[in-house]
């Protein structure tokens, strides 16, 4: 594979430069350089910078050139918090929503993750695979260069495992840069009490993923009737010791001060929060804890969106993810992301771009390698149909992403 492009004469280029997440007024600097001219040698940035007849390149080294008159230039997007491997469907769960059931109580009588669970256990390492990677494709199409992966579908020791195998294989067998997230405490199973099922995993699942060192990072479902906030504060703790990275699904139904625990441990990312505090917010605000949004979700559950504007306003580092998934948000639309947080969360269109590249990278420990156009990083770079990023929300819920370099 030809992993060496000049990318010139490029119309708008929004570099979203930096190595860190973007707090506040930050978010709205996407480092705009207008005729402009990007050269990736060996996968890797080695120039970003104004159009020249002096680009610096290897001479060893056969360059594609790609024309970008008339388009807009960004950092691949990165979508940093999915869980898009999972057998069956629940498409009579989403039917009984639209006519009032509510999300929090299916799952309590046994439904919803629990069924997606079943499906997931019958189906084989090579069905779950194939699905997957036909979905990994059409997030390609949308621009998406990496992805964050959580199981959480198996619960059982064998079927968390093969999911998480199944991560492992298809980053092998696709270009997409996919980071796996444990996410085991995503429902406590049959047979078991919270207590108990944080003890099994701390016991027995986080030393088995460390050997096969199936993931960066572990997740909790932190929420009223699922993982309460003393419990995820012990697993997490441990997931911790154990060196892994942290994030929260963390006050999406119920303020349940998830925030203010991701804070307080650390962790990468806060996510959802459509019910957080004020307290929860200043808490973010004040750390390098990213708050992670997904307005899909809320738009899929018609739910209140979650209080971007504010966060932002605060000083806090936002995200935006799909979280796609097959119960609460069968959707990894990029555009629709994008058009719901600038139409509905008030985020302007330069925050948007900054919370799906720059911070994104950050909500996954990566920012030092990806998520912005700079000497150095990773050569993840998309180019739009028109010449501004102006456009991603304006031509809203349509993908205008026409090629990706990766
Ligand atoms: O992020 N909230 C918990 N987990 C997912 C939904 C999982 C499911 O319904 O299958 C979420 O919304
Ligand atoms: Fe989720």
Do not use: W
């Not at 004469?9 to 979203?16: E, H, K, R, S, V």
């Not at 929420?223 to 911790?240: C, D, P, Q, T």
């Amino acid at each position: 594979m030809n992993n060496n492009y000049i990318i010139d004469n490029i119309t708008q280029l929004a570099t979203c430069s930096g190595f860190s997440a973007k707090h506040g007024k930050e978010m709205s600097d996407l480092g705009i350089i207008e005729n402009a001219a990007v050269v990736i040698t060996a996968g890797i940035i080695t120039y970003v910078g104004p159009v020249t007849d002096h680009l610096p390149l290897d001479h060893e080294k056969d360059y594609e050139t790609i024309d970008a008159t008339g388009k807009a230039v960004l950092p691949g997007f990165i979508d940093s918090h999915t869980h898009f491997v999972f057998g069956g469907y629940r498409e009579e769960e989403f039917y009984q929503r639209l006519r009032g059931d509510d999300y929090l109580s299916v799952l309590q009588s046994g439904g919803g993750i629990y069924n997606t669970v079943k499906a997931t256990g019958k189906a084989s390492l090579e069905e779950l695979c194939a699905i997957a990677l036909s979905r990994l494709n059409k997030m390609q199409a949308m621009g998406v260069t990496t992805i964050e992966s959580k199981s959480g579908y198996g619960l059982d020791k064998e079927t968390e495992l093969k999911q998480l195998r199944v991560m492992k294989r298809l980053q092998q067998e696709h270009r997409m840069n996919i980071v796996p997230t444990y996410l085991g405490a995503h429902a406590v199973p049959e047979g078991y009490t919270e207590k108990s099922y944080i003890d099994f995993m701390i016991q027995e699942m986080l030393p088995a993923i460390r050997e096969e060192n199936l993931a960066e990072c572990c997740d909790i479902f932190c929420e009223k009737g699922v993982f309460g906030i003393n419990e995820s504060e012990r697993f997490l703790s441990e997931a911790k010791k154990m060196k892994f990275n942290l994030k929260l699904h963390a006050d999406e139904m119920v303020d349940t001060g998830g925030a203010e625990l991701a804070v307080a441990m650390g962790a990468l990312s806060a996510d959802h929060l459509l019910h957080v505090s004020d307290k929860g917010i200043k808490a973010l605000s004040k750390s390098d804890t990213v708050a992670t949004l997904l307005p899909c979700t809320a738009f899929s559950l018609k739910e209140d969106y979650a209080r971007g504007r504010a966060m932002i306003d605060s000083g806090c580092a936002v995200a935006l993810a799909t979280d796609f998934n097959p119960g609460s948000c069968f959707s990894y639309s990029i555009p629709l992301t994008i058009a719901l947080a600038c139409i509905y969360m008030k985020m302007s269109p330069e925050e948007a771009v900054t919370a799906l590249t720059i911070n994104a990278a950050a909500a996954l420990g990566k920012a030092e390698f990806l998520g912005s156009i700079d000497v150095g990083k990773k050569g993840d770079v998309i180019l739009l149909e028109y010449p501004s990023y102006k456009f991603l929300p304006y031509h809203a819920g349509i993908n205008i992403v026409e090629k990706i370099i990766h």
